[in-house]
Structure formats: C-alpha cells, structure tokens
C-alpha cells in the first residue's frame, strides 16, 4: 500500500502540485477531432488538470485551446465567435489567434496599443489521428510529439472513442496495468477462445520492466503441457496504457492494438479515450462498438446512477458481473472505489505487481523532476522520439521464456535505433 503522503502525489494534478508539474512536461489527450470538425465552427468546453479551457478550429483549419476566460473582463469564449482566424469575446469584442496573441479591442479607442501588451493564456495543440492532444508546460520546454507506431497509420484504420470516468485518473489507469482481473471482472460463462487460458489460470506470474517510455508490464499463465499464454502491456508515460485488444493477423500476431488514455479533468474526474489501430485493414464499425453505450455528451449510458444496467440473472447464466460490456465493468469496478481512493487502506498481494511498479515509477518520475531530472520519455531529439517498441502481445509460446520469443521487444529509444547485431 501507498502512504497518504504518496497517494497524494501520485493523485493531485492541479497546477502547481508535483504529479501536475510532471504530467505539464508531456503532450496529454484533451479532445477529439471530431467535437471540432469545422473550421470557423462552434468551440467546445475543455476541462483537463482542473484548468478551464475552450478549443476551436480556426479559419485555416488550426486548433486553438485558450483560457476559457476573456482576459478582458472573464466572460466564458465558449460563448464567442469562431470568425477570420480568431475567437472573438461576445462580451466586447476582444479577438485572440490560437497562440493567445490579443488581435483586437474594438472597445478602445482608435489608435489604442492596449491590446499588444496583453497576452491570453493559450496551449500548444497537435492533432493526430482523431485525437487533439495538448501540452500544458512551459513554453521553453515544449517537447517532440512521441513517433509511437499508431502515430503513422492512415487515419481510416483507426477509431477512437471517448467517455467520462467519474472518479480519479490512477484508478482507471492501474485498471489496465492489472492483468490478473480479466480472470473475473471480464470472464463470460460460454468458455472459449482466451476465456479458456484466463480461467484456467487465474493466478498470472507477473514481472515488469522500467523503460524509457514507461513500464512494460509481463503475465504469463500456463496454458497446455510446456506452454505458456504470454500478455504484454505498457505504460506509457503520462497516462496512457497499450492493451492487446484486436484480432491477430496471418502470423498470428496482433493486427494492431489499443491505447487507452486517463487524461485528468480534475482530482475526481478524468476522459478516457480508447484509441485502437489496425495494421492492415479499415477499421469497421464492429471495432468501434463502444459508441453504442456513450451518449453526445461523451457519457457513459450505463453508470452508477442505474446501477451500470447490472442484471442479477445475467450475474448467475451469462458472465461474472451481469453487466453488458468491458467498459461498464471497469468503469464499475474504478468508480465504485470512490472519487479518490486512500490507497493508505489497500492491501496488496502478488498479483498487484504490476500496479506497483507503475505507481514507483511515476513516483521516481516526480521525485526526479523535484531534483532537476529530465522526465521519462521527453522527446527533445528527432533522432530519438520514435518508440517502435512499446508493443503489445497476446501469444501461447512453448516454456516460459517470453523474452526469448519477443526479441524485438527493447526497452530504450537507443535499442531501437541499434543494429539488431549490436544488441
């Protein structure tokens, strides 16, 4: 178990604390593409690490994301007009570019330089493959946007969705760094395929490796006589988790996988966006089924006020909690913790490995920025932003020596960029 002190840590992401201080160094989800599909189109609200902030597409088809308060007087820009490359206060008139630069105060009078000595509060954007992602740091310390493999797929073999979790970041994150769940939380009476291999062991051996993205996380179960079902996830540094989720292809390695993102809205709230990507095919609607059970507002149709739609005869002939789908078991499983668990009261055990190693290494990262350190996974150099290796598996191999099947799994940006012969 954590301390009160380190929970707090590890929690808090407001300004000013150490996990915001840290979580401001890196490029974090904040909203989708399409609640901004237009240029000149509507802005939309924006809460990430308890900042109050409005995003809009402008004339030229570029993302602003701004201090939802007009510097003016503080009347909300949600309510102001998207027009000719700017957003303007419908209180009176104030008009700021996407970098916050004060274009007009047709208040003043004429002939006025007010308005160069104001700047607004304003975010560096980057869209990529449905996402909007943001950085939330000091100007000065901006860095690359990570290359992972999904960066560089054609947008039409990716989907991506998006809903609110009612409780704190790290409780849904340490759901998807938690291998031995899927053997209850996510088990289905008609036994097959994986079902099989989750059931059958439901006490994974666990390891964990830190690298320089985040932790990679290792559980193998025994599977038949001299084999072994290998399941690799990773943590990517701020608050992001790389699932085996898909279908494998010809090889039967996984056409693609899932990155599943707990951007903080405040200390009780975060977005989890579910990012997937396939390697060699479009995508279908049939990859995107989580729509189905997220409503316009980006909540969740099932949730704690019906009771996640849970039927009690379900629990008993169909699967483990009575609950329709993955989502509503997580989101069940994480919220019904409460807003913001006291992990001081937890009682851990071996199959909560790999949520302490993650917990360690965000606290080794905090610890490291209050010293000076660089943080983990920073991308400064264009020769040393791709991260190939952040991969994911889901294979039944012959022993236990996952390493030696997966040897293109590496742990640093410089093993990658190595000839294999030098490794």
């Not at 007010?114 to 901006?142: C, K, M, S, W």
């Not at 179960?221 to 010809?250: E, I, T």
């Not at 937890?346 to 660089?374: C, F, N, P, T, W």
Request: proline content about 6%; some cysteine.
């Amino acid at each position: 178990m954590l301390s009160r002190r380190e929970n707090e840590l590890i929690t808090r992401t407001g300004q000013g604390t150490p996990l915001g201080d840290l979580m401001r160094r890196y490029w974090v989800p904040a909203l989708l593409s399409e609640e901004i599909p237009e240029r000149d189109g509507p802005p939309v609200q924006v809460r990430i690490l308890g900042e109050e902030l409005v995003a809009f597409r402008d004339s030229d088809g570029r993302i602003g994301l701004l201090d939802e308060h007009c510097s003016h007087r503080g009347t909300s820009l949600f309510y102001g007009r998207n027009e000719e490359c700017g957003l303007r206060c419908i209180y009176h008139g104030w008009k700021y570019n996407i970098a916050g630069k004060v274009l007009e105060t047709p208040a003043e009078p004429t002939g006025s330089t007010f308005h160069e000595r104001v700047q607004h509060p304003a975010y560096p954007t980057h869209e990529v493959n449905g996402i909007v992602f943001a950085y939330l740091g000091a100007r000065d310390e901006i860095p690359l946007f990570p290359e992972y493999e999904w960066t560089a797929v054609d947008r039409k073999q990716t989907y991506v969705t998006k809903c609110l979790q009612d409780c704190n970041y790290l409780q849904g994150l340490e759901g998807e760094c938690d291998s031995s769940h899927l053997s209850f939380l996510h088990r289905t009476f008609a036994i097959d395929g994986e079902q099989t291999l989750y059931q059958a062991d439901t006490s994974p051996a666990y390891e964990s490796e830190d690298c320089d993205f985040g932790v990679r996380l290792i559980a193998t179960r025994n599977a038949a006589p001299g084999q072994s079902y290998v399941r690799v996830s990773s943590f990517l540094m701020p608050v992001g988790v790389a699932v085996p989720v898909g279908q494998p292809d010809s090889t039967g390695r996984l056409d693609g996988y899932e990155v599943h993102f707990y951007t903080p809205v405040d200390d009780t709230h975060s977005w989890r966006f579910d990012f997937g990507f396939r390697r060699s095919r479009a995508v279908t609607e049939r990859d995107v089924h989580r729509r189905l059970i997220i409503d316009a507002d980006h909540r969740r149709i099932p949730n704690a006020g019906n009771h996640y739609l849970q039927d009690r005869e379900k629990q008993r002939t169909t699967n483990f909690t009575g609950m329709e789908d993955f989502l509503s078991h997580d989101s069940c499983a994480t919220e019904s913790m409460g807003p913001l668990f006291d992990r001081s009261r937890e009682h851990l055990g071996a199959s909560d490995k790999g949520v302490i190693a993650v917990r360690r290494y965000l606290l080794d990262a905090i610890k490291g920025l209050q010293e000076g350190r660089e943080p983990p996974g920073i991308a400064t150099d264009p020769a040393r932003k791709a991260f190939p290796h952040a991969d994911c598996i889901r294979e039944v191999i012959d022993g236990r020596d996952w390493r030696a099947s997966f040897p293109h799994l590496v742990r640093s940006v410089d093993d990658a960029l190595a000839p294999a012969g030098s490794r």
